[in-house]
Structure formats: C-alpha cells, structure tokens
T-cell receptor, first 115, second 114 residues
Framework: DTAVSQTPKYLVTQMGNDKSIKCEQNLGHDTMYWYKQDSKKFLKIMFSYNNKELIINETVPNRFSPKSPDKAHLNLHINSLELGDSAVYFC??????????????FGPGTRLTVL | AQTVTQSQPEMSVQEAETVTLSCTYDTSESDYYLFWYKQPPSRQMILVIRQEAYKQQNATENRFSVNFQKAAKSFSLKISDSQLGDAAMYFCAYRPNAGNMLTFGGGTRLMVKP
C-alpha cells in the first residue's frame, strides 16, 4: 500500500489554466506539506497543514491555494498557471508538528509542465 | 533563518569504494535534527539517515554513516562499499526541534561507476 500518494504524476497544461494536484496519506498522520522542486533540483517548502489548519505559508503567490478537506488529504490548486510554475511538486506527511524525529514521508511527486 | 549548503554539486565514486558528501548549515538553535534524503531517478524522496543534535554519537545505518560536528555546523554523509543503486541526488536537510519545517540543501548528484 502506498503511504503518500499524489495524482496525477504528470501534468502538462497551457499558461493561464487552473489545475489541481491531489495528495492522500494513509499513515494516520495529522500534518501534511507541499514542497516545490525547481529545475535545478532545489526543494523548498510551500505550505504545512496540521489537523486541517494552515501552519506554514511560505512566500508563495496567492494563485496557489491549498485545501485540506480532512487530515488524510491536502490538495493544491493553482490558478492562472505561469511558465515559472513548471516544477515537481511533492506532498509529504508527518505525525505532529515536531516530535523526536519528525520524519516526513514523501509522495512520488507530480511533474507539472506549463507550456 | 536557517540555511543548508551542499558545496558539491556532483560527486563520483567507483563501485565498492567509499565516498563522503558534505553538508554545512547555519542556525542559532541548539536543538534540532539533521537528515540525509536520497532521490533516485524515480523522483521518490527516501530518508537515508537522521541525527539528533543533542546526541554526540554519529548515526549509522548499514553502509551509511554521518560525521556530525556540531560546533563546526557540519553534517557529512559517508557511503561505504558504494553500489550502483546508490546513484542518486542526495539532499541534506535541517529541522528545528520546535518546528516541522524542513530546510533542504541544494543537493549533490552522486554517480557510481562500475
């Protein structure tokens, strides 16, 4: 069974479109994250949700809107897509806001290409 | 703000040999955690090893070990008996004890030659 899953794995779309990426975890974790990995492989956190509440919101354009319908899901909606949004987006989850290890389990990533 | 620096964009090692990947970080915190993640071509991020800053003993996981130098803010990863499957991007990451935000370094691409 996949611990953290994302759909779709690949997404190709035109500039100006609106798209969503879905994430689900079956680990029973209460904290979920979105990361962006750019073309140079640099990974940066975008959002963090704990028990469906927004905890971290890094400097991300407000075209990006995360939505957490329940603790097991954190979806990412992107409006008015731009070329610079092309990247790999990773979802992750962990148990708690901190903890002894705070290990984050990552999904397989969604490669978004904006044409 | 915390920063994590990996000064080696690429490294190469012969199969069965040992390689060390470097990582330095900057923080004013005294309690934190450090991680090494592996990202193979499949893109999956896999946790390789973790280190609690309050522990002086270096973490070890099979062929993977770290050299944690807290005063120098250095956290290098040693891979012994390198295997072809070790070829991947390796990311060093930092997390403060009181927070859940991971800060990643820029990554090191490791190539393993047969």
């Amino acid at each position: 069974d996949t611990a953290v899953s994302q759909t779709p794995k690949y997404l190709v779309t035109q500039m100006g479109n609106d798209k969503s990426i879905k994430c689900e975890q079956n680990l029973g974790h209460d904290t979920m994250y979105w990361y962006k990995q750019d073309s140079k492989k640099f990974l940066k956190i975008m959002f963090s949700y704990n028990n469906k509440e927004l905890i971290i919101n890094e400097t991300v354009p407000n075209r990006f809107s995360p939505k957490s319908p329940d603790k097991a899901h954190l979806n990412l909606h992107i409006n008015s897509l731009e070329l610079g949004d092309s990247a790999v987006y990773f979802c992750a989850s962990s148990q708690g806001l901190a903890g002894v290890y705070g290990e984050q389990f990552f999904g397989p990533g969604t490669r978004l290409t904006v044409l | 703000a915390q920063t994590v620096t990996q000064s080696q964009p690429e490294m190469s090692v012969q199969e069965a040999e040992t390689v060390t990947l470097s990582c330095t970080y900057d923080t004013s915190e005294s309690d934190y955690y450090l991680f090494w993640y592996k990202q193979p071509p499949s893109r999956q991020m896999i946790l390789v090893i973790r280190q609690e800053a309050y522990k002086q003993q270096n973490a070890t996981e099979n062929r993977f070990s770290v050299n944690f130098q807290k005063a120098a803010k250095s956290f290098s990863l040693k891979i012994s008996d390198s295997q072809l499957g070790d070829a991947a991007m390796y990311f060093c990451a930092y997390r403060p004890n009181a927070g859940n935000m991971l800060t990643f370094g820029g990554g090191t691409r490791l190539m393993v030659k047969p």
